[in-house]
């Protein structure tokens, strides 16, 4: 099932002015009303749903939640469906800790890292790992990507 942020083609950090725009567009293509060659009309109802969650601040935090508990769910498998990714490249290291500041809320140093997480990390096909990190501001999620130091 595709989430909200991939109904609208848009990333999980999007502002809601992109919002906006991307169910603009959504609309323009698929509303019968709107064009008259109407890509999904079906979907039209999934569109509607999404922008309403989305461009509603505590609905989108509890969609965030909800995406984040199916991910825990599956054992932190996660495809990375409407999550951010980022690179461990994008934290600084601070006393045992890997820090970033937050991409949505631009809190400083809210997404926190440690060497205990990254032991718990979802092995990906490429000698790589996943882990998840939340915002302690906002509660967004972000992927992060990282290979084992040498
Ligand atoms: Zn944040």
Redesign the pocket.
Known sequence: MKTYYEVLNISSTASLEDIKKAYKAKLLENHPDKTPTPQNPQLIPIIVEAYNTLSDLTRRDEYDSNIQNDHKGKGFNIDGGGLDLYSLDDFTYENGMFLKS??????SN??ILTEEDLENGTPDDNDGFDIIVQ??????WIQVKYYESA
């Open positions: 937050c991409p949505r809320c631009e809190h809210s997404m915002c302690s501001s906002c509660s967004l």
